[in-house]
């Protein structure tokens, strides 16, 4: 049996116990306490990446397949994904795909369309309508604030680690998640259950997902399944986080895919 060092800490374990102390330490003689080192957000590193997810429902005894290739690029705040669907009976996009652009310093994304040359810029946050010059009887807000679980009667859920591993060659670590939820005055109960390999060292960014999804409708199921098919560590050009020369920009979101033309206005 080998013997075991204990009397030279690994520089890790020295350096954790030093920030621990500096973090804890109570007041001394000479000073005021020491402050706890602030929280700050993880930003992924810069990387690019290539997947593929499939999704196959079950509807009324007929199934839809739909599968979809994903190119991924990281950069700072920045995040771009381009989507194009190669297979399935349901128009999900224009031909060419769509191109998502994330834009973490301002919360807002944009989507583009190399087929129709439009794109629209969406804020992620939620926006106050403008002052009125009149008072109103019946405002209207751009954003619902009726929280969702006000129309439940049921909801759980379960998350628990799954382990260490290695996925595309970056570690990995595992979780299985559990979601049971019921509407008010349904008889169903929906059913969610997923499988998720998140990488330890890019801010938790999803390596595979693998779900089943029993939404409690007779006759109607979902399978998805989403990996990374290979990941680079390469700092990708700052240009393809800005929309193309020559694009211009639409009335709508729904328009990127409409070639301008919306029915849902304000989509």
């Known amino acids: 049996m080998n013997a075991v060092n204990v009397g030279r800490p690994k520089r890790s374990a020295l350096l954790l116990a030093a920030m621990l102390w ?4 109570p007041a001394g003689a000479d000073g005021p306490p020491i402050a706890p ?30 599968a979809a290739r994903v190119t991924i690029a990281q950069r700072d705040l920045f995040a771009r994904y381009d989507i194009t669907v190669e297979r399935g009976g349901v128009p999900i996009g224009p031909a060419g795909g ?6 973490r310093s301002t919360n807002a994304v944009t989507v583009g369309s190399d087929a129709t040359k439009l794109y629209y ?11 009125s010059p009149a008072p109103s009887a019946s405002p209207r807000l751009p954003f619902t604030t009726r929280s969702p679980l006000a129309d439940l009667d049921l909801f759980t859920m379960n998350v628990q680690l799954n382990g260490h591993s290695t996925v595309v060659g970056l570690p990995a670590t595992g979780f299985i998640m559990t979601i049971d939820f019921r509407r008010k005055g349904a ?10 390999d998140l990488a330890d060292d890019f801010a938790s960014f999803p390596l595979d997902f693998d779900a089943t999804i029993d939404p409690g409708m007779a006759g109607v199921t979902g399978v998805l399944h989403y990996a990374v098919d290979d990941f680079v560590r390469a700092e990708p050009p700052l240009a393809e986080f800005a929309v193309p020369a020559g694009y211009a920009k639409a009335a709508t979101l729904f328009g990127v895919i409409s070639k301008g033309t919306s029915a849902l206005p304000g989509f």
């Open 22 to 25: 500096a973090t804890c330490a």
């Open 37 to 66: 080192m602030p929280l700050t957000i993880p930003v992924p590193h810069s990387f690019t990446a290539h997947a593929h997810g499939d999704l196959k429902i079950m509807f009324g005894g007929s199934p839809i397949d739909l």
């Open 98 to 103: 769509l191109t998502l652009i994330l834009d």
């Open 121 to 131: 810029t969406q804020s992620l946050m939620p926006t106050t309508a403008p002052p």
């Open 187 to 196: 008889t169903a109960t929906s059913h969610v259950h997923a499988t998720v």
